[in-house]
Nanobody
């Protein structure tokens, strides 16, 4: 397993941008597909984005498509989530996840997660 630590959350106005980072420990990071999930107050945790181990393919939730970009740097054991054109409904705690399984075109659910980070809070004000 890998240990994951997120950073980069904060308070931003609607229309603004944030970049989340997720640093992984462990030599097996590059073998994992990685994902971002989020959980808003009173709601279930939901899929946001995922990327294959090589970074060659990505998948996004419809709600963030065209605004968010997931990327990774295997040399730095880090995965990123660039969030642009933020909306108040993007307010949530964002979690980084190492995926035990990931099929292209199929959004992974919590059952596909091998490891979770502790989460970083993103608040978008209107």
């Amino acid at each position: 397993q890998v240990q994951l630590v997120e950073s980069g959350g904060g308070l931003v106005q609607a229309g603004g941008s944030l970049r989340l980072s997720c640093a992984a420990s462990g030599r097996t990071f590059s073998s994992y597909a990685m994902g971002w999930f989020r959980q808003a107050p009173g709601k279930e945790r939901e899929f946001v984005a995922a990327i294959t181990w090589s970074g060659g393919s990505t998948l996004y939730a419809d709600s963030v498509k065209g605004r968010f970009t997931i990327s990774r740097d295997n040399a730095k054991n880090t995965v990123y989530l660039q969030m642009n054109s933020l909306k108040p409904e993007d307010t949530a705690v964002y979690y980084c996840a190492a995926l035990s399984s990931f099929r292209l075109m199929v959004p992974p659910g919590p059952a596909s997660v091998s490891s979770w980070g502790q989460g970083t809070r993103v608040t978008v004000s209107s």
